[in-house]
């Protein structure tokens, strides 16, 4: 039986709302021009983006422009936010390394690159702290458009660099 979605959260957390921390965006070294899944509520001033929509706005029914940095909610509709992604065709996502679940296989193997992150990435919580030991699951960074893949592939001592199509 193939996931599609994630279930290993700790009901036990004060909060579902899990931010990038800052150092994935430091080595990335990029601008992107839209976050379509900006924090509402805490919002970390260390995303560099030109453009935002949250949760209010509701990201996945505007249109995308540009690169496109997606760290999309986890759950049954993160493979409704990788499609989108996958069809607007430049950006980079961060989900989590689940490539048993159909929207790895349905969406991610058709993108330009992957990095498969070493370790479990410790995330900033709603509250702003980092803690912990990090997430449930090792995590990738998911390219489209040829500069991101590149940009990963410069990245590999970060992880496993996959070149799904070719061209770096």
Known sequence: MVQTGFTHDNVNNKTVEWYTPK???D??????DLDP???ELY????IPVRKTYNK?????SKEWVGNVWLNPP???????WLKKLYNHGQGIALVFARTDCRWFQDICIHADGILFL????KFV???GKTGGSGAGSGSMLVAWGRDNAQRLYALKDLGFFVNTRGQI
């Open 23 to 25: 150092w994935v965006f």
């Open 27 to 32: 080595s990335l070294g990029l601008i992107f």
């Open 37 to 39: 899944c900006y924090p």
């Open 43 to 46: 919002a970390p001033s260390w």
């Open 56 to 60: 209010t706005d509701d990201g996945l």
């Open 74 to 80: 986890y759950g049954p509709h993160t493979k409704t």
């Open 118 to 121: 070493r370790g479990r990435i």
């Open 125 to 127: 919580d709603g509250y």
